[in-house]
């Protein structure tokens, strides 16, 4: 397990942006696999998307494609999710996920969860 703490989460109109972060002390993230899962009220925790050790291979959920973008800086050990176009129901708490290897989109592969950043997007 590696510690990973999200930030970047708010308030936003519908139709806007946000970026968010995800970071990690030290070099912790050799050869780990990153990623974004949600979790509205009421709701299920949903994948949103992830990102391999080297950057080169991206998964994301189909509600997210062509809106959200995930990427990664390994000298910063730092993560981020640009996200664009938000809607109402992108609202949720954001978790950063890690696990050692490839990416994959289920949750309980992910043994390394921050502890999440509020995201709302107002209509």
């Known amino acids: 397990q590696v510690q990973v703490e999200e930030s970047g989460g708010g308030l936003v109109q519908a139709g806007g942006s946000l970026r968010l972060s995800c970071a990690a002390p030290?070099?912790?993230?050799?050869?780990?696999?990153m990623g974004w899962f949600r979790q509205a009220p009421g709701k299920e925790r949903e994948f949103v998307a992830a990102i391999s050790w080297s950057g080169d291979t991206t998964e994301y959920a189909d509600s997210a494609k062509g809106r959200f973008t995930i990427s990664r800086d390994n000298a910063k050990n730092t993560i981020f999710l640009q996200m664009n176009s938000l809607k109402p129901e992108d609202t949720a708490v954001y978790f950063c996920v890690a696990k050692i290897g490839a990416i994959v989109t289920w949750d309980s592969s992910y043994d390394s969860w921050g502890q999440g950043t509020q995201v709302t997007v107002s209509s």
């Open positions: 030290g070099p912790t993230l050799i050869h780990h696999a």
